[in-house]
């Protein structure tokens, strides 16, 4: 399994290592010029900035080569949410010819400090429930399960 991720605090690659699998930082892959990608299983995960994925990752996207059996996408959010995101991303992998398997998200801390108190926020979102949702996420992979996050964060809905 390859997962190519894109963190800017932490919160991603956090959730890349729980995974496990061959992880690949997407800024380092656009440095090193590489944009073809093989493997049974390959995954994107990235934080949600305004309801979308960020730049970045988009524009990364859209130069980028999958060959894969099973595809999936796994966002992180404070408190936008992540539905928009994957729609987007779902259309332009679509237009590459690729289904996209599974998407979830996990619920972390909101850390845009114009707009959050980090102290209330941690006393909102607690550690462990973050890992409970990332457990989720690691067991549905390793099942290959089709699925998709609904509204709730901590209840995941299979299709």
Known sequence: MKILYFTS?????????????????????IKENIYDFEDDSIGIIFPVFYVNAPKIVREFIEKANFKTDYFFLIASYGSDGDQNAFKILKKTFKKKGLEV??????LM?????????????????????????????????SQERSSTLRKDPFLTFHS
């Open 101 to 106: 398997n599974y998407t979830n998200s996990v």
């Open 109 to 141: 801390v909101d850390n845009y400090l114009p707009m959050f108190d980090m102290k209330e926020e941690k006393e909102i979102k607690d550690d462990s429930e973050i890992d409970n949702q990332i457990k989720v996420i690691k067991s549905d992979l």
């Open 9 to 29: 605090t932490g919160n991603n690659l956090y959730i890349a290592k729980q995974l496990g699998g061959e992880l690949l930082s997407i800024p380092q892959l």
